[in-house]
């Protein structure tokens, strides 16, 4: 990397840029080389990954042909990023929509449905349920007004798997398998490398 000791002056310069250079977003690896998220995949802003190199957080692994300027320096906007420290995984995962949404794979535990998804408290709040990882699943708006404040039993249903907290690991391995709709050709080594290989 060159030297940009000057980076003040350079990310000034840079940021105004062409709209366009915004198309350009840095694949994020840990330390390990892995993605820190496959979903939504980590993704950094070009001017986010220039100014991390600047500060020596990262190295640069793979870079666009596109380059940008400024009075006394040119840079290849970078495509895949390493941190030089590593981000340890949260030993537990949050509790939020996105994260409940991803660990059902973005589907109805009772029919499959994919459209018109809500949350479903199993044992209905009313009947003592609580709100959390083992009691709450995704569910499609139909089932969900089927089931109502009825037990499963009651409504003549059954979840297609049991609701539990995942762990961080399990919901990374859900995310790998929905792939990036804009998927760079320098990400793919570092998006799949440790998928089992065909025979």
């Not at 802003?45 to 991390?52: D, I, L, R, S």
């Not at 990374?172 to 998006?191: E, I």
Request: proline content about 6%; hydrophobic content about 35%; charged content about 25%.
């Amino acid at each position: 990397m060159q030297d940009l000791s000057h980076h003040d002056d350079f990310r000034t310069h840079f940021v105004r840029e062409e709209a366009d250079l915004r198309r350009h977003p840095a694949l994020v690896l840990n330390a390990d080389y892995r993605p820190l998220s496959y979903y939504p995949l980590s993704l950094w802003p070009w001017q986010e990954a220039v100014k991390a190199a600047v500060m020596e957080r990262i190295s640069i692994v793979a870079e666009y042909d596109t380059v940008i300027h400024s009075p006394s320096r040119s840079i290849r906007i970078p495509s895949v990023v390493v941190l030089k420290d590593y981000v340890k995984p949260r030993k537990r995962v949050a509790f939020t929509r996105f994260n409940l949404f991803l660990r059902d794979g973005f589907c109805c535990q009772y029919c499959g449905a994919t459209k018109d998804l809500t949350f479903d408290h199993v044992v209905p709040r009313m009947r003592g349920g609580k709100t959390s990882w083992t009691n709450v699943v995704a569910a499609c708006q139909s089932c969900n007004l089927h089931k109502g404040s009825r037990s499963l039993r009651q409504a003549g249903m059954q979840l297609m798997r049991p609701a539990r907290e995942p762990t961080t690991s399990e919901l990374q391995g859900v995310g790998r398998r929905f792939k990036p709709r804009a998927l760079h050709v320098t990400w793919q080594d570092y998006l799949y490398w440790d998928s089992e290989l065909e025979a």
